[in-house]
Every structure is written in C-alpha cells, then in structure tokens.
C-alpha cells in the first residue's frame, strides 16, 4: 500500500488481498524456477521488488517468509510441494529453494554462486545502498 500511495503504482500484494487463488499464483511466482515464474510474472507486472535483510544480519526478509509462499502457492497448484522449498539449520537452500525467482532476486550479485538471469527474463534496476530494497524490471 505504501508502493501504491508515494509511486503512485498498483501492487500486486499489498498485505490486504483477500483473494487466495491470487495470493496462491502470486506464490506460485515467486518459488517457481526463474523461467518459469518469468511465464507468469510477465502477465501480472512490471516491477518484482524483494525486501532482504539478511546482508545486514537480520533474518526477517523475503527468504524468511517463502516457506509461507510455498505453502500457500502449494494449496492451489498441487505440482508446488511446499515440503520441498526450505532451509536447513546451516541455512543451505534446498534444491527448490536456490532456483526460485524469491532466492534468485534476493541474493543476485550480493551471492557469487548465483548465476545472471536468462536473457529477457528480469533486469535488475535499483538496489538500495544497503542491500535491504531490490528492484527488478519484468523484460517481455
């Protein structure tokens, strides 16, 4: 809602979307392989923006949360096993996990092992100095 009022541009989810099948395939984007989130982002926006506190030392960002994503994408879209998009006690991502748009967005140039993403799939466009704001432009 804060995107909406200072940039004056609609969001996808804001904290008070009440359509489930909506929050499911906005989920459903976000733990999906980059290709293949990139096939359905491309339909719902412009803009991709990933909250990450985890560069400086808090653990509270958009990672820590997509477990939740995989589970609510998982009630809608049964081929998403939320039991299989996780981290384990060291903080090593599961195979689902570390090929997500979620991770990907997040760790991208910050993570050395992350590779760019595909040609005319997302462009990175704005990190804040602090790593904590990430910004990506959906590429048609």
């Not at 940039?7 to 904290?15: E, K």
């Not at 993570?111 to 904590?132: A, C, G, H, L, Y």
Request: hydrophobic share 35%; aromatic share 10%; charged share 25%.
């Amino acid at each position: 809602y804060q995107i909406n009022g200072i940039a004056n541009r609609t969001t996808i989810a804001d904290g008070n979307t009440w359509n489930h099948e909506h929050i499911a395939l906005l989920g459903r984007a976000l733990v999906s392989p980059v290709k293949k989130a990139h096939r359905i982002v491309r339909h719902l926006a412009d803009y991709v923006l990933v909250w990450s506190t985890r560069y400086g030392n808090m653990w509270g960002d958009d990672i820590a949360k997509s477990p939740h994503m995989a589970r609510i994408g998982g009630s809608v879209y049964k081929d998403i096993k939320p039991e299989d998009f996780y981290q384990d006690q060291n903080g090593k991502p599961s195979e689902m996990m570390r090929k997500s748009l979620i991770y990907r967005t997040v760790n991208f140039r910050l993570d050395p092992s992350i590779p760019q993403f595909p040609p005319d799939t997302f462009e990175e466009v704005f990190t804040s100095k602090n790593n904590m704001v990430r910004i990506y432009k959906v590429l048609r």
